[in-house]
């Protein structure tokens, strides 16, 4: 008794074989349909601007440049040790340069020195002209 594939495999051959496969030999290739070229619309010469013809408008607004506050010398110097020190070792190690380890370890003291400072001047409780309290847990 046939089971369910070969009865498929019997029909897709009986298929196959009722196929017409051989092309005519007057067949050419059909040349392809090219779109209408676009036609620009006549202007009647009165409606036509020249750009020259513009007004010379400022299209942008004028914006004045943001003044940043200047900061006090300590927390200049508080920032270049936080974040310039360890930018440094890590530039060094990455060209090859391996610094003893007292100098590491006087740079990381430094590093943890300006971000102590930075992080006392923070508010305790946000900014002083703010009426936000923040979170109270």
Same mark, same amino acid.
Request: charged residues 25%; aromatic residues 6%.
């Given at each position: ?15 196959v ?12 290739? =059909?040349e ?17 601007v ?6 010379d408008?400022?299209?942008y607004r004028?914006v ?14 508080a ?5 310039g020190?360890?930018a ?22 430094? =590093?943890?020195?300006? =971000?102590?400072y930075l ?19």
């Open positions: 008794m046939p089971d369910d594939a070969d009865r498929m495999r019997t029909r897709f051959d009986e298929i074989e009722g196929l017409e496969l051989e092309l005519p030999d007057d067949l050419t290739p =059909a392809p349909v090219r779109p209408p070229e676009p036609r620009r619309a006549e202007v009647p010469p009165e409606l036509e020249e750009f020259d013809d513009l007004p408008e400022q299209f004028d004045e440049p943001l003044h940043l506050p200047k900061m006090a010398w300590p927390t200049t110097l920032w270049v040790a936080a974040v020190v360890p440094l070792l890590v530039v060094c190690t990455m060209i090859g340069v391996f610094l003893p380890r007292g100098v590491v370890l006087g740079a990381g003291f430094i =590093a943890v020195a300006g =971000a102590t992080f006392s001047r923070l508010p305790a409780r946000g900014r002083p002209d703010s009426p936000d309290d923040g979170a109270v847990l």
